[in-house]
């Protein structure tokens, strides 16, 4: 991991829900991350759940981001069946 003194930015996201991959865990928990000015990610905000949000906040994320894909309620249970607003 030499290129990670020159790493201003690592950006996870793209490729599904992030809080799914223990990959992800990993990286945003290890030591080496710690010197990464900026790690960020989006996510769905569904599995953020008191267990989740505590690893978050003891990780080495700076930024997290929710996508909300509809504001009204219909809208987003058509596409999300298993995911709700009212959480």
């Given at each position: 991991m030499s290129f990670l003194p020159y790493l201003e930015r690592l950006s996870l996201y793209g490729l599904g829900e992030?809080?799914?991959?223990e990959i992800f865990w990993t990286i945003i928990e290890h030591e080496n991350t710690k010197d990464i000015?900026?790690?960020?990610i989006n996510?769905?905000?569904?599995l953020l759940n008191?267990?989740?949000?505590?690893?978050?906040?003891?990780?080495n994320l700076n930024a997290l981001r929710i996508s909300i894909e509809g504001a009204q309620h219909l809208k987003h249970t058509r596409k999300f069946a298993a995911a709700t607003l009212r959480k």
């Open positions: 992030p809080l799914l991959s000015p900026n790690v960020d996510s769905n905000g569904t008191e267990k989740n949000v505590d690893r978050l906040l003891h990780s």
